[in-house]
């Protein structure tokens, strides 16, 4: 675990579920990985319907459920995938606190302070880059703040941060740190060198692989900076990319529209799906991160991508419906029929 490979990059949270699993049924190691990874990807699921029915209701919910379970990349990966489905069932529930929290600042419940607190450990506790979700709490948090200072209109509405949500966060942050280091051996003897080795190592990955893309081979380092939203094209079906677009213009259209009143409160959620969507690619592009294997280490951006796709289809259909009345019939009968078919 400190030497072997770079295992010790990796918290070991899902290996050691995994290993535990044949202790207490009759499968083998092969075969507990598999549930574990299934497990933990229906996890992720559950995540996704939660965090866009909390934005839009239970159509939206729907339809982000639908179009993840119905996104190959996503279905397969979930069997096989002991890294990137992990952390991206950790994103997607850390997502969904974080909104569920910022719709109710500067309330928050005990319960809902452990969970986030889980969340958060599950995602650090498999990848470092799980630590953007952190980011994303306190950033939400500052922006809440900055809202109350420069709307003199809005906050006189706005309840200022309390200790009692203080103990509550330091609870959340408690309980991520205690789950990431009882699973990771390199963090629990080094905690502060260890994270910033695995932070260091995964903007900066040693790996001289090539790769194949336009059809030649490329070495990993050498990549284009198009190399992932190319892939980002051929792995997701394109109904469904075409509707995450549309989402994300309604999204940013929404966000202008209250930002010119200053209004950040109605649209917060929108705005942090949409950031946590499009930040660790932009991110990893902008600085040269070597990328490879297509779009699996950022498989942990399409649960939100599925949520966003909902939240649009929930919101937009509506609307259309009022002025076009056959449209919104015509549309849903146009992806039921491609769902059957593409299933």
């Not at 779009?295 to 609307?319: N, Y």
Request: net charge positive; glycine share 10%; hydrophobic share 55%.
């Amino acid at each position: 675990a400190l030497h072997t490979n770079n295992f010790y990059l990796y918290g070991g949270l899902f290996d050691t579920i995994a290993e535990l699993i044949p202790l207490i049924t009759p499968l083998d190691g092969f075969g507990a990985r598999r549930l574990a990874n299934a497990s933990i990807g229906l996890l992720a699921l559950v995540g996704a319907w939660k965090t866009a029915r909390l934005l839009a209701g239970p159509q939206a919910g729907f339809w982000a459920l639908l179009f993840l379970i119905a996104t190959p990349v996503w279905y397969g990966h979930t069997f096989i995938n002991a890294k990137d489905i992990p952390l991206a069932a950790g994103y997607i529930w850390s997502l969904y606190f974080i909104i569920k929290i910022t719709g109710n600042l500067p309330e928050m419940s005990w319960g809902t302070a452990a969970g986030l607190g889980a969340a958060f450990g599950l995602s650090i506790g498999i990848r470092v880059g799980g630590v953007l979700v952190v980011f994303y709490f306190f950033m939400m948090i500052g922006l809440y703040l900055l809202e109350a200072r420069i709307n003199v209109k809005q906050a006189q509405n706005l309840k200022l941060i309390d200790t009692g949500f203080l103990y509550k966060v330091i609870m959340s942050l408690v309980i991520a740190w205690t789950m990431m280091v009882a699973f990771w051996p390199k963090v629990l003897l080094y905690p502060v060198t260890g994270i910033i080795d695995a932070l260091l190592a995964s903007n900066r990955f040693r790996w001289g692989g090539d790769v194949l893309y336009n059809g030649l081979y490329i070495n990993a380092s050498e990549l284009p900076w198009h190399y992932l939203p190319v892939y980002f094209g051929v792995k997701l079906p394109i109904p469904i990319l075409l509707i995450f677009f549309i989402g994300i213009a309604w999204a940013l259209l929404r966000i202008i529209q209250n930002a010119r009143q200053l209004e950040w409160s109605p649209v917060a959620g929108k705005s942090l799906l949409v950031f946590a969507i499009v930040f660790p690619p932009v991110y990893a592009i902008s600085t040269g991160a070597i990328v490879y294997d297509g779009v699996r280490h950022f498989l942990f951006i399409i649960p939100p991508m599925a949520c966003l796709a909902g939240v649009a289809i929930a919101e937009l259909m509506p609307r259309i419906g009022k002025r076009f009345k056959q449209a919104s019939f015509f549309l849903y009968s146009a992806f039921g029929c491609y769902l059957v078919f593409h299933t």
